[in-house]
Every structure is written in structure tokens, then in C-alpha cells.
């Protein structure tokens, strides 16, 4: 069986005792029905990856030690992802995708053709969660609370590169865009999708007189919201973040 791996908030070191409870707890002893001398992955986001050993198991929680670190945390492309969100299952595989495709920031925006009337931001943070686990990248994914487009333009940070999804024939091929921006020193980026009945034209206005807003196209077929967001995801991290080889600029 492949070693569980889990995040937790606990501070991680060296010969550290802790006790896992609540979830974690029924899932090691109940799901897995794991017992002592089991090993699992521990990781908090902020002291890398550790070997933990279980000690004992006790009705409330697992105690377990602290046994090696495995990694050292690193530093992570600092990229978010902002999109309008979609119905039904496919807003949770966005959370997951994104996990896994490395996103630091995950903002569900409410757009003017947004038809989602309610967020589920626990179920997202739950599947960004179980994806980070899984893909076993050494931090969680920030789930932020819904928030009007336009409030997150007001509030856009100087410097950060945000690159707006735009099927307007006249944005630049994705792929030109991104050497350009692979041609400057690394700044903190983001991505946005828009709703499935698209953006409103006043909305593309707003996002565009941004001065670090980067309209780009995704060629020319329409692609579903979710299409696009795990398109353009993996060719930012492909031009500029951590899927390049060596050293990616994003060291502090
Ligand atoms: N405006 C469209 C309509 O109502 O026919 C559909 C919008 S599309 C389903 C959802 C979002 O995906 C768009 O707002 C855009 O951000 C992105 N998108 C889809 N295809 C794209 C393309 N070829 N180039 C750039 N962005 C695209």
C-alpha cells in the first residue's frame, strides 16, 4: 500500500510526538485500519515533508513521532486562479485540477452571466486539499470566499500579471504571450475564465484597462470554462513556472 500522505496544521519536527484526531484519526484507523509502526507522509506548508511513525492508537486520536524530514519546503510559483463558477460537478474538478497544477490562489469570482448562485467553498477547499495530498506538491492551495469581479479588480496588486482568457480574435495567441512574459524577470501571475455565457463586454473593459492585464486566446474553438482554465494552467507553468527545467526564478 503506497504511504498515506497528509496535511495537517501541526508544526513538524524532528522526534516530535502528536496526536491526530478527528478526520485524520478515522481515516488512519478506520479506513485504512492502519496500526502501529505504520509510516505516513505528514506536510503543514511551511516545514517540507516529514516521516511520521505511529506509536499508538487510542479511542480519541493517533499519537504518533516525528521520525525524518523527506524534503525541505520550497518556494512555489505564486500563481491564482480567478473563474466565474460553473455548475454542478465540474466547479470541483476545477478546485482539484487546480491543486494539482500547482495554483497558490484559488477565487471563485461572480461575473454578470455568472448562473451559480451559491459556492460550496468547504467542498472546494476539501478538493484542492485531497489533490494536494495526493500530488504531493508541499503546500495547500488558498481557497478564497466568492467576490464580485469588480472588487477583485479594485483591488488588483501592482505587479502581479493577470492573464484574461479572451475568445475576442483580436487577444494574442496564448503561447506568444507567454514567451514574452518568459522574457522578463518572474512576477507573481494570475489566470482568468470567465462564465460559460462568457464575459459582458463592459466586464472585459474593466479587466482590460488593468495595466498588467494580458488578454490572451486559446485558439479558435470556444472551450468550456473548465476547458480553458486547466488549458491555460499548464501552459503558464510549461512557459513560466515550475514545469521548465532548472532553475525557474521563483527562489526567494
Ligand atoms: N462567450 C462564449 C459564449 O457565450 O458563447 C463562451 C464563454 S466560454 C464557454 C467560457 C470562458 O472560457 C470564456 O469567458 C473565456 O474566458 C474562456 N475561453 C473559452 N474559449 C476560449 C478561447 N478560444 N480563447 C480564450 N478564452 C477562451
Known sequence: MT????????????????TLT??????LAKVLRLGAGAT??????????????IDHMTRQGV????????????????????????????????AEKAGELGVSRIMPVITQRTVVSRVNVDRLRANAREAAEQCER????EVMEPLDLGAAIASWPAGRVLLLADERASATPIAEALADLARESAR???VLIGPEGGFAEDEKRLVRALPDC?????????????TAVF???ALWQAHLGDWRGGDAGWSQ
Not at 508541499?138 to 492551495?141: A, E, I, R, S
Open 40 to 53: 505516513v507522509k505528514l506536510f503543514n506548508g511551511r516545514d517540507g515533508e516529514w516521516r511520521a511513525v
Open 188 to 190: 507573481p501571475a494570475a
Open 231 to 233: 488549458a491555460t494552467l
Open 22 to 27: 478527528g478526520n485524520h484519526h478515522h481515516y
Open 63 to 94: 499519537e504518533m513521532i516525528l521520525r525524518e524530514r523527506l524534503r525541505p519546503q520550497a518556494v512555489e510559483p505564486d500563481l491564482w486562479l480567478l473563474f466565474a463558477p460553473i455548475k454542478g460537478k465540474r466547479v470541483d474538478t476545477i
Open 138 to 141: 508541499l503546500t495547500l492551495p
Open 3 to 18: 504511504e498515506p500522505r497528509l496535511f495537517v496544521d501541526h508544526d513538524l519536527q524532528a522526534e516530535q510526538p502528536l
Open 214 to 226: 494580458v488578454p490572451v486566446s486559446l485558439g479558435p474553438r470556444l472551450l468550456r470554462a473548465d
